[in-house]
């Protein structure tokens, strides 16, 4: 048997000012979903982070609480190494993912001691962490992408987002460039890291894809609920699983431009998450890449009749686990 640790950043109670009982709910649900994906799998014991809000933990795994001394990434490290394979879900803000990562597929002298990550490689997760870097290399192999509608005519509102921020947290949408421009500009004086975005008009949608050795599989396509309030605001209200007929033409077109917008990307591997805008005229507009489980994996195993976290482990783990760690 497999030894799975599965570690979710925010119900793990990494968050020392706390964390939002919306984003503790969504932290939780994706831990417990790939959680029990696993454990009904047969194929591994599984051991779980649990914060002091997040406890309990689906039947047959083992709840591990983060000692209160010790930061996030060193627990990450220690667990580690006492598993075979370690499925880590966290945001890419403040380079959290990336820290993890290191954390956990440990590196002397360039060369890889011992491969435990499940999912995307440090070089993926680098880029994607970067909203801008990710539109700018998608653009450069053809993908349309928020850049192409800078210069438009057209482009009557402009959105404002951290860099490396994660779903729609710190995101607002203005109606003139030049107060998108100001906001940018105060954000960057407060040491935040912000981009400037024109505003795709379209249906917001996301994809569940599964990666693994350079093969690419839609999974599903999502609606994604976005609200905007009287000031600008944009927040993330929730998402509908699969809402497109696998045989949709929607459907198929996705299906080529996931492939290309992933091979353009080296190193995305297991489950991996797309946002984008169908734009009505235009089809898909790429948003953002989210190299890990997104909110749209909850559920969707029953969805497709699959057990997709076992799929993911017999994709992405053919090496052995163990080396000189």
């Not at 497109?244 to 991996?272: I, K």
């Not at 235009?282 to 997709?308: C, D, H, K, Q």
Request: aromatic share 4%.
């Amino acid at each position: 048997m497999m030894r799975v640790f599965v570690y979710e950043h925010v119900s793990a109670g990494a968050l020392a000012d706390g964390a939002a009982d919306d984003l503790l709910a969504a932290g939780r649900a994706m831990r417990d979903a790939v959680a029990h994906d696993l454990l009904a799998s047969g194929e591994a014991t599984v051991t779980v982070a649990a914060g002091p809000r997040a406890a309990a933990v689906p039947s047959g795994a083992r709840a591990l609480a983060p000692p209160a001394d010790v930061a996030a990434v060193d627990f990450v490290a220690q667990q580690a190494r006492l598993h075979d394979r370690v499925w880590v879900i966290a945001p890419e803000c403040g380079g959290v993912l990336a820290q993890l990562q290191r954390a956990v597929d440990v590196r002397r002298d360039g060369a890889l001691r011992a491969r435990r990550w499940i999912g995307c490689d440090a070089g993926a997760i680098a880029l994607t962490s970067s909203k801008h870097a990710t539109l700018t290399l998608a653009a450069a192999h053809g993908i349309a992408t928020p850049l192409a509608y800078a210069a438009s005519p057209t482009t009557r509102r402009w959105v404002v987002k951290p860099d490396d921020g994660a779903g729609a947290i710190a995101t607002r949408l203005h109606n003139t460039h030049a107060a998108a421009r100001d906001d940018v500009q105060a954000r960057r004086q407060h040491g935040e890291s912000a981009v400037l975005e024109a505003w795709v008009a379209g249906e917001p949608l996301s994809l569940s894809l599964l990666c693994a050795g350079g093969r690419v599989e839609l999974l599903g396509v999502n609606r994604q609920s976005i609200a905007i309030d009287a000031v600008g605001i944009v927040s993330f209200e929730g998402v509908q699983i699969d809402v497109l007929a696998h045989d949709d033409a929607r459907f198929a077109t996705l299906r080529g431009w996931a492939r290309t917008l992933v091979r353009a990307m080296p190193g995305l591997e297991g489950y991996v998450g797309i946002d984008l805008v169908w734009h009505p005229q235009r089809g898909p507009v790429l948003i953002e890449v989210n190299p890990r489980v997104t909110m749209a994996y909850v559920g969707l195993s029953a969805r497709l009749g699959r057990n997709l976290a076992a799929e993911v482990l017999a994709a992405t783990c053919t090496e052995p686990a163990h080396g000189d760690a």
